[in-house]
């Protein structure tokens, strides 16, 4: 069994960290478990239904997860995994509550790239916001600064991410009604003030729940 392992100070909320939620003690998987449900919940406007929670649970495992916590309870959470033959870290899942400190994402994932040193940055989101955060990380991210190659397709077909009958275009690789409904169930969706982003992201069917992937290379 391990601790949560304590990483940085971000405003009021302490990040920490754990490489295998599963290897924490008992009584603190049952505590964090539904906290991380209801900050997910909240953070995507969702009912904390059981299958809702179910979601949550399996994707606070299988990779580096980061919990953000504010007077010792969860405020936010980061799911990043590493494929590291082919040099990837992919951004699995990121929220957090409203009252978590504004910018403490980004932070946690500049955190974790700086620590793995691995050049490409994955992601599959809706959200503006994700990607301005990719942005922010990267020197440059595909689709946004330029079309996709066959070569950054194939790299989503080993990662798993896609498959070969997935219903992607290509050249903005945007998959095609893959959640089936919008990520964030209801009010106003956030629009990002780039222009890059937002023209980018116009292209998704967002109702539909059509899925854009970023691809961005660091360094």
Known sequence: MSELEHRFKYEDADVSYTPDFDSLPDDLKQRLEPELADVAARGFRRMPTPEFRQDVANHIRGGDLYITQQNGEASGFAMLKKFPSE???????????????????????????????????TVRTQNDRV????????????????KSTPEEVDLLLKLGLVKADSDLDVDYLIHRGYYGFPMIAD?????SGDVRISDFTEKLRYFDGDAAYGIGYRG
């Not at 990837?88 to 946690?108: D, H, N, Q």
């Open 187 to 191: 009010g106003i969706r956030r629009r």
């Open 131 to 146: 990607l301005e955060i990719l942005t922010k990380t990267c020197d440059s991210v595909v689709a946004l600064d330029r």
């Open 87 to 121: 040099g990837v870290i992919y951004i699995a899942g990121v929220v957090k509550k409203p009252t978590a400190p504004s910018g403490i994402v980004e932070a946690v994932v500049k955190h974790h790239l700086d620590e793995t040193e691995l050049g490409i940055v």
